[in-house]
């Protein structure tokens, strides 16, 4: 019998829709799923760990190999919501940035956007578990996931990432995909690709069964996470993973 695949997934709201179908699949009998934040999931695809993985997209050059599998994936054509730096003071006077340690393509995304759309200087910090609540003066910071949804309502200045990218570049974004680290075979391939897509259909009873106070998760699903991993994404993921590869 063949070994169970291992699935690395990220227990954020905005995966809900996927992992909908996934958990509801005859595949469960094939595979194990971990769920834990990005960074961690992208390590654990790195060492073998994981067979598959919804990773931060920032991690594919350094897999030794790297498919992207599947039609979907956690994107946004504009305003994304729960991706974005965060201050008290307008982007300008802005002098430190804390980066969020669950998060790789966010943090490096802030910094393209920061060198190439707002030709910003700062101080970049990596930040530790609570980092949130030093978020004041002329220290922002980069905030991701449901986090980052709860800090909307707390901080004066939002400068979404999505949406900057986008006026940016013109393309849409691609915060993390389905990468394995090796041939999974068609068959799964296929499978898991129809079952991803099966919750897109059932956006009101995943709605139903959330609580969130801080945010609408109707629109967040509908309007902000946009999850079909279609050519302009995968341009705009291009695009990133080029400049990726520049920033220093």
């Not at 498919?67 to 305003?79: L, Q």
């Not at 201050?87 to 393509?105: A, C, F, G, M, N």
């Not at 609570?130 to 004066?156: C, H, M, N, P």
């Not at 801080?214 to 080029?242: P, V």
Request: with cysteine; proline share 3%; glycine share 6%.
């Amino acid at each position: 019998m063949d070994k169970r695949i291992r699935v690395g997934v990220v227990s954020y709201l905005n995966t809900r829709p996927l992992l909908y179908g996934i958990r509801r699949s005859d595949l469960m009998n094939e595979m194990d799923l971990i769920e834990e934040y990005p960074s961690r999931i992208a390590g654990m695809l790195m060492d073998d760990a994981i067979d598959v993985g919804l990773v931060p997209v920032a991690i594919i050059p350094r897999l030794k190999e790297a498919h992207i599998i599947t039609d979907y994936c956690i994107g946004a054509n504009a305003e994304v919501a729960s991706v974005g730096i965060f201050s008290e003071v307008p982007i300008e006077k802005i002098s430190t940035v804390l980066l969020d340690y669950q998060s790789r393509t966010s943090v490096n995304l802030s910094k393209v956007l920061l060198k190439e759309y707002w030709k910003k200087e700062v101080v970049f910090e990596d930040a530790g578990k609570d980092f949130r609540s030093y978020i004041k003066g002329t220290t922002a910071g980069v905030v991701i996931g449901d986090r980052a949804l709860e800090q909307r309502t707390q901080s004066a200045y939002i400068y979404d990432l999505g949406l900057a990218w986008q006026k940016h570049t013109g393309l849409p974004f691609v915060f993390a995909a389905w990468v394995a680290n090796k041939k999974l075979g068609k068959d799964f391939e296929e499978a898991f690709s129809l079952a991803n897509g099966y919750g897109l259909h059932h956006i009101d009873e995943i709605v139903a069964e959330i609580d969130c106070p801080w945010y609408d998760m109707k629109t967040y699903y509908t309007k902000n996470i946009s999850y079909q991993l279609d050519e302009a994404k995968r341009k705009g993921l291009d695009l990133f993973l080029q400049k990726l590869s520049h920033l220093h």
